[in-house]
């Protein structure tokens, strides 16, 4: 079970950080990754992090949002700066996730997946 927390609103060029709390397992064993849907829109990845730690990022967000992981605490975050109004979506962590960010590569929806409840990031002018 993934359970999500943070997220909300924030001005153009704020910040917001999104927290997924995660079973221990998914957190040292599998990759992860961060995906989004804003409305009208299908799904797409944010960022992934394989399971040695490293992350990447789709262009999009690089260099704006920094995804990392507490191996302790077993939560994964993604960090948020510089926020556009087009980051404006329904953000959803996910696992098992690509290894590495791929466009149009989405984590499937079966048994042995596990997706977090979704939380709203809201970005204004």
């Known amino acids: 079970e993934l359970v999500q927390s943070g997220g909300g609103s924030a001005q153009n060029g704020g910040s917001l950080r999104l927290s997924c709390a995660a079973h221990?397992?998914?957190?040292?064993?599998?990759?992860m990754g961060w995906f989004r849907q804003a409305p009208g829109k299908d799904m797409e990845g944010v960022a992934t992090?394989?399971?040695?730690?490293?992350?990447t990022y789709s262009d999009s967000v690089k260099g704006r949002f920094a995804v990392s992981r507490d191996t302790t605490q077993n939560i994964l975050y993604l960090q948020m700066d510089n926020l556009k109004p087009e980051d404006t979506a329904m953000y959803y962590c996910?696992?098992?996730?690509?290894?590495?960010?791929?466009?149009?590569?989405?984590?499937?929806?079966?048994?042995?997946?596990?997706w977090g409840q979704g939380t709203q990031v809201t970005v204004s002018t």
């Open positions: 992090i394989h399971n040695d730690g490293s992350p």
């Open positions: 221990g397992a998914y957190i040292r064993e599998y990759c």
């Open positions: 996910a696992a098992p996730a690509p290894c590495r960010y791929v466009p149009g590569v989405l984590p499937g929806r079966g048994e042995r997946n596990s």
